[in-house]
């Protein structure tokens, strides 16, 4: 009877440590991704890049995404809505707008409405001129509507290639 009791324990005790070391290496696992974005290269958004692993972490990687938005390490990535290089808070940005909504206007008070050759105008000089205020915009912008997230199935019009081959079947809106 001893023995059952102390196998029940141990058995008990592994299945504990093991679901707490699968969550700590889920979180190592988006950190890691996310301090990858500096080395990344031309277009972030190639299907193989790892702004799409990281995307399809979706809710997961939100937060350590929003910590990163202040983060100003030149990558050797490029937009063409932007003259410069790339930083590692842009990049959170724009993977950031593809997990959930995060309309300009409503997150700064800003108003960037002119669209020229696709870029709205206007959004990173204003990140690049306020990132710490820009973080901090996001930030209260999250907090207040992440309880009203809802995963969505996207339908195949708005799946490009890249969804697709990355198993990215929807994103985030609010309820």
């Given at each position: 009877m001893i023995q059952k009791q102390t196998i029940r324990v141990i058995a008990l005790t592994i299945c504990v440590l093991t679901n707490s070391v699968n969550f700590s290496f889920g979180q190592t696992n988006i950190l890691q991704k996310i301090d990858s974005l500096q080395y990344l290269n031309g277009d972030p958004f190639e299907c193989n890049s790892v702004t799409w692993r990281i995307i399809a972490n979706k809710k997961d990687a939100i937060q350590v995404l929003i910590d990163?938005?202040?983060?100003?390490?030149?990558?050797?990535?490029?937009?063409?809505?932007?003259?410069a290089?790339?930083?590692?808070?842009?990049?959170?940005?724009?993977?950031?707008?593809?997990?959930?909504?995060?309309?300009?206007?409503?997150v700064t008070g800003v108003q960037c409405d002119v669209i020229e050759n696709g870029c709205q105008l206007g959004i990173f000089e204003y990140i690049e001129s306020n990132r710490t205020k820009f973080k901090q915009q996001v930030q209260e912008y999250y907090d207040k509507?992440?309880?009203?997230?809802?995963?969505?199935?996207?339908?195949?019009?708005?799946?490009?290639?890249?969804?697709?081959?990355?198993?990215?079947?929807?994103?985030?809106?609010?309820?």
């Open positions: 990163r938005l202040d983060d100003t390490n030149f990558t050797k990535a490029t937009d063409k809505c932007k003259k290089n790339l930083t590692v808070g842009d990049i959170s940005f724009l993977i950031l707008k593809r997990i959930l909504p995060l309309p300009f206007f409503a509507k992440k309880s009203k997230l809802k995963w969505r199935q996207l339908d195949s019009n708005h799946l490009t290639p890249c969804y697709i081959k990355n198993n990215i079947k929807g994103q985030y809106f609010y309820d």
